[in-house]
Structure formats: C-alpha cells, structure tokens
C-alpha cells in the first residue's frame, strides 16, 4: 500500500505539473515610447503576467545576435524601475552591471526603463527624430528563465514622427506585433522612421516569397526602385547557388538598410532579415559600394542562419558565443559575396581579380595564416568581432580575419572541386543546405567532412583537405589552382625595395585616435613580424627620427627615402623609445605582396581549355 500511495501521489503531482506546463503562458508586453528622441532616449514598459513565483531576476544581453564579441549593452539602461500593476512598488536590486533582481510582488509585474542609443550599426540602437534603429539585445530588457514565451511589442509614437515600422516581427494589427519566444525576437532588428520599401516576389518550388527592400535614405522612390531592380538579380544568383530559397517565416524577407554619413558602416544577418548600414550621403552613387553588403548578407539567410553551427545554437545572450566553424559560416560567405556580384554582371573579371588578390595575400602573407588554422582563428571572434578594448592587442601577428582565411580556403576547395572531381562548390553548398540547413541541423566539422566526402565520393580526399588546411596550416597551391582559369599569381611590385608597413595609414594612438608627437618624427603604430623593420628591432611606439640621414616626420617621407633604394641595401635607423635613443639597421626586401592578373592582360596566351574552366566558374547561374 505504501509503495502504490507513493506512486499514485508521484503520478497525481506529475499529472498537475504537466497541467501547468499545457497551460498556454500570456506573452511578455514590451512598449516603447520616444518622448525624447531628440537626445537619443526611449522609455520602455514590460509588463510581465503570470509573473515567477520567487525572485525574478531582469537583464540586458551582453552579446548580440550574429556577432561574437561581448558588448556591455547595460551601460545605456538607466532609470529602472519595479511595480505591480497596481502602482505599489516592487524592491529592485541592481546586483551585477546589468542584472536586477525584483523582491516580493504580485501576479504581474511590470519594469521600465530609459535607454540611450546614439550608435546606428548592425549591433546597438540610434535613436534621433529621424528614426528609431532598433538592435534588439541592445533595446530590450528581458527576463530570466522566460525565454521559451511568447512576446509582443508596441511601438508607439509612430505618427508623432511620421515612422513606419520595418521589421521581421509578426504584424499583429496596428502597432503591435510578436515573435513566439525570446530568440526570435533577439534576431529581429526593428527600423522604425519613414523609410522607402520597394517589394518583389520570386517563385520559390511554386510558392512565392515576398522580398522587402526597405531603405531609410535621402533618396528618390525612383533610386530605390532601381536599387531593387539589382538586389533582385543578385538574389536570384544567390538562389541558383543552392537550387531554392530558403523558407521564410511569414513568407517573407526583408532589407533593412539605413544608409547616413554619420552612420558605423556594418551589416548584420538575421533569419528572415538583415540590417545593413552604410555611411554614405544616399544609396544614389555608392551601389555598387552597397551591393557588397547586401550580398554578403542575404548569403547568409542560407549559410549560418539556417546552416548553423552547434555551437552558436542556441545562441547564449549573457556571454560571447565562441565556434570553430566561422571561416565555413563568415569564409564561405565572403567568398560567395563577391562572386555571385561578378557571376551577376556587377563586377568584371578583372575587377574580380582585386577580390582574388586580398584573398590569397590574407592567406599566404599573414603571420596568423601562417601559425594558426582556421578553427583557431575561428575562435578568436570573441575578441576580434567589433569587441570593445582599450588596452593595444598583437592582432597584426596572431590574428587573421576568418571572413578572408576562410575566403580562400573556399576559392582553393572550388577550383579543385572542378579541376579534380569535375563538381564544384556550389554542389557541396547544395549538399550541405539540404543535409543541415534545410533540415534545422545544426553541424559540427566533421559534418562538413562528411558532406564533402559526400560531393567528391573521395573520403580520402576530404580528410586530408580538412586536415591540412583546416585544422592544419598548410596551404593550397594558389598559383596552379589560379592558372587552371587562366589567372596569373604574381609578385605585385616585383624588384621594388620594402621595409614593410610602419602605420595603418596614420599615426594612431592605443585606442585608436591620431598620436601626435610634435615635431620630433613619426611613432610606428603597428610592427608585423617578418618584415625589415620588425627584423630591425623595431616596435609600436617607437619614434623614428631619422632614416638613412634625413628627417622623418610622417610615413611618407619615410616610404619615400625607401623608394630610392635598392633590394639588399641597408637603411640607418634613428629612433627614440622610453629607454632613450638608439639606432638600428634595416635591411629591405622585396615586398611580399601579391596580385592575380588575367593572361590576357599579362600578355599570355590563354588555351580554350582555361577560358572554358573561367565561364563555367564566373558565369551567371541563373537560368533565362
């Protein structure tokens, strides 16, 4: 009898838990109101029924969908406050920078707060009588152990400002819309100001889908609806690439693009949209400039969003989210990005070429590229994605960007999958959007493995590219894969003395901003291992007086002295530095650097056979 009460009383309390898991959760209220958007502040309400029982504890993200750095969003969150709903208020507690706990308090509770946003990007929020830019883990608070209710957002203010609401958030009715859990909504970038759309659809499997292309700018309807009438071809060669569309939620995608001078240049991803910003004047003139970002992006809508990495999923709000697979999820896409825009006639072959050129120098001329494998430098997002740091870091020898490592590693995999196995990349993409991404399957690297396995019916193959040059440091050989397409790999300044660079292009101090140092010469701000001057003992910091007996007050002048000399020969170095004066020896090489040339404008024959191998890779796939 014992044992059965015990267990009639263990299935009677799972009866009632389950019970309550059924019972349909009310959703999470958010409203935000620009009362004072002149200076760049909203006031924001979320009213919590049903509300936990026991202390709940409210937060903001400190990372944000798509980007992999932390980024302290707290310090733009002021004012908070708790109540019920009957005015009375609720004991908050701040107990981290940017986590409050809430006391004793009744069925439904309700936060507010003010934020600030004055940074238009792809990860904060700006807010101005112009529009409101809204990044969501940097707009809006959220509760913890909530994340699986549905939410629901009002935005308020609309015709104060004359905005609209752009956005992939469900339209609820009026100013209202949703998303079904937290997640969603961290992925959903709102622009609410009085943009231009220009809209189109494209048959995806017999079902079309609605693209948006949404445009806050100074421009005409009539700029827009040109701009559209390009990011459509661009899409449909995104499409060809993987055979369809992806599904969108709701039927449809949507462009948010911001574009003002004094906008942070960025685009950012998201499931069933993405927030391009663009500091320009107007989209009229730039785009070309544009197409880049857009491209890039909308490839993601397949690669990364929806073929996703284990490691990002779920995507962890309160820390950097860390994975070894971004030169596949960035890499690959910056690859693609480019050259669907040469495949869709926006780029020519020899404007391509610059493209192909960054790609293998980033790769082969590197001190990271050379040290480090790409799942290494996968890895050191968390640090190198738009994080926040005061302090100087060694990036320029330790670190090489995965969007440009993996980039290559892309180029090299395409051209052997068509010069060795008579496949090519597009048809490993194809496998891999149908065996993960089509499927929500998030992969690990041996999935990708298996999937190239796959494509070539060459195990061995795939093994051996994944161990020497993914989690390896061996590189493929650009200058046999580059002639198979009838493209010269050759030295860009051959017979040119070279020092090696001694700036990014200006004198810049440890955060960033122009060093001055008067009149006494030039401060080396960046020193990069294997080159003469690095090799000569010189450092970040460093103040060069003197080269080779003249004055040197900026870059060029010393460039300049270096230009007059030959490859061998030695430049007498003064500099000062804290441990007082010295001189050094800098002997110059030939500069490294590399670019890719067609034969014809090297002035070599190309075979029928080469031409053909570069039409079948950069021509249009989108059937007429």
């Known amino acids: 009898m014992k044992k059965f009460y015990l267990l009639a009383t263990a299935l009677l309390f799972a009866a009632c838990s389950f019970a309550q898991v059924d019972k349909p959760q009310k959703a999470i209220f958010y409203s935000i109101s620009f009362p004072n958007a002149a200076h760049h502040e909203a006031e924001i309400v979320i009213t919590v029924p049903q509300a936990p029982s026991g202390v709940i504890r409210v937060r903001m993200s400190r990372s944000s969908a798509g980007r992999y750095a932390t980024h302290e969003f707290g310090k733009n969150v002021y004012n908070v406050k708790a109540e019920n709903v009957d005015g009375s208020p609720i004991e908050l507690k701040q107990v981290e920078g940017d986590l409050y706990e809430l006391g004793d308090h009744g069925a439904t509770v309700k936060i507010s707060y003010t934020l600030f946003g004055n940074w238009t990007d792809g990860t904060y929020t700006g807010i101005d009588p112009s529009h409101a830019h809204l990044n969501m ?53 709102t622009e609410l100001s009085a943009y231009k759309v220009s809209s189109w659809e494209v048959n995806n499997n017999g079902k079309n889908e609605k693209i948006n292309l949404s445009i806050h700018s100074d421009d005409s309807q009539t700029v827009i609806d040109n701009f559209a009438k390009q990011v459509q071809r661009m899409v449909l060669e995104e499409k060809a690439i993987f055979g369809e569309l992806p599904t969108y939620d709701y039927g449809e995608y949507t462009f948010l693009d911001d574009v003002y001078p004094t906008n942070s240049g960025d685009g950012m991803e998201h499931r069933n949209s993405t927030c391009i910003v663009q500091p320009v004047a107007k989209v009229e003139g730039y785009e070309s400039r544009l197409l880049g970002t857009f491209s890039h992006e909308y490839f993601h809508s397949w690669n990364v969003k929806r073929i996703r990495p284990k490691s990002l999923e779920p995507f962890n709000f309160e820390h950097a989210d860390m994975s070894s697979e971004l030169w596949f999820a960035e890499g690959f896409t910056q690859y693609y990005g480019e050259l669907v825009l040469e495949r869709a006639g926006f780029r020519t072959v020899d404007e391509y070429t610059h493209t192909l050129s960054g790609l293998i120098n980033q790769i082969l001329n590197t001190p990271g590229a050379a040290k480090y494998p790409a799942t290494q430098m996968s890895r050191y997002s968390v640090f190198a994605d738009a994080g926040v740091s005061i302090d100087p870091n060694n990036q320029a020898n330790m670190f090489t960007s995965y969007y440009t490592y993996g980039g290559a590693i892309a180029l090299a995999l395409d051209l052997r999958l068509r010069s060795e196995f008579n496949t090519t990349l597009d048809d490993f993409m194809r496998t891999v959007w149908l065996n993960r991404g089509k499927v929500m399957k998030p992969y690990v690297i041996a999935d990708l493995q298996s999937d190239l396995a796959k494509v070539t019916n060459n195990p061995k193959f795939a093994a051996d590219f994944f161990n020497k040059y993914i989690y390896g440091v061996e590189k493929n050989n650009y200058e046999a894969l580059m002639a198979k397409a009838g493209l010269l790999l050759q030295k860009a300044q051959p017979g040119k003395a070279w020092a090696g660079p001694l700036s990014y292009g200006r004198n810049r101090g440890r955060s960033g901003e122009a060093r001055t140092t008067g009149d006494e010469g030039l401060a080396v701000s960046v020193s990069i291992e294997g080159t003469p001057i690095y090799k000569a003992g010189l450092d970040v910091g460093d103040i060069i007086l003197k080269a080779d007996g003249k004055d040197v007050k900026d870059a060029q002048a010393f460039n300049d002295i270096v230009a007059g000399k030959k490859i061998g020969d030695k430049i007498a170095v003064n500099y000062r530095n804290r441990t007082g004066d010295h001189e050094t020896t800098v002997t110059l090489e030939e500069n490294p650097a590399l670019e890719v040339v067609t034969f014809e404008k090297a002035g070599k024959n190309i075979t029928k056979e080469q031409t053909d191998f570069r039409n079948n890779w950069l021509s249009t796939k989108v059937k007429p």
């Open 137 to 189: 883990p940097a707009t809006f608070m959220w509760v913890v152990g909530q994340d699986k209710r549905p939410l629901r957002f009002e935005f308020n203010d609309l015709d104060k400002y004359g905005w609209k609401v752009a956005t992939q958030l469900k339209h609820e009715g009026d100013n209202v819309y949703s998303a079904p859990n937290m997640q969603y909504m961290m992925d959903s970038p």
